[in-house]
């Protein structure tokens, strides 16, 4: 049975002592809870040899939020898979709207990236998603089918089942504007049709799809309520314990 997720991205938030003290508290709730999902952190790549030793019982998987295409060598300010499995991470966002936006991130790539992490046994948690303009024309649909096509589709059964989905409409990041629970299950399932299609049913059952972007307490237990929806790539919210534990519990 595919996995339920809740996962942590922090992106450029937080200096040391307040991302070690967000970590502590996380690894207290964690120790105190039964959390009915699984819970992932992303915190700023500095920072995962400390998310490691603090989370040293698995509590809390640690992800990193960028990897490189590379594996090794004259790729000044980039981390590679090698390098991430060594510490023991868990795995790496790849993708991200941010990303494609600010440093030219493709679906390719991803595909590069997504294989990466699979052949080194890290968990890549994609992500994809249409912008507003992309919406408004109808298009959304077709962004994503390309794009789930280009990223992933050249893998295996066997390997896309262990890949973890995150769709986040770019409209809906950072802007308090969230899809509504019916979108998002309208595009988790079209998603899941496509790697059907391709893959199987029985394949396709087997991945979790994410929905991000504006995942707050007061909505994630719609949201992730939707038959398709596996949980929550969460922004903001994660950056304070009181608000990441209650998106959690909304799996209780
Ligand atoms: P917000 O939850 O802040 O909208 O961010 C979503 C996101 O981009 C997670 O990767």
Redesign the pocket.
Known sequence: MRKKIVAG?WKMNLDFSQAQQLMQQLAEYQNNNTSACEVYIAPPALYLTTAKNTFSKGEVGVFIQEVSEHTSGAYTGEVSVDMLSSIGAQGAIIA?SERRQYHGETDSHANRKVKMCLDKGLTPIYCNGETLEQRKANQHFEVIKNQTEVALFTLTAEEIKKVVIAY?PVW???TGETATPEQAQEIHAFIRNLIADKYGKEVAEEVSILY????KPNNAKEIFSKPDVDGG?????ALKVEDFSAIIEAFN
């Open positions: 991205n991200h986040e809906a990041i950072g991000g972007g504006s995942v790539l969460i922004g903001g919210a």
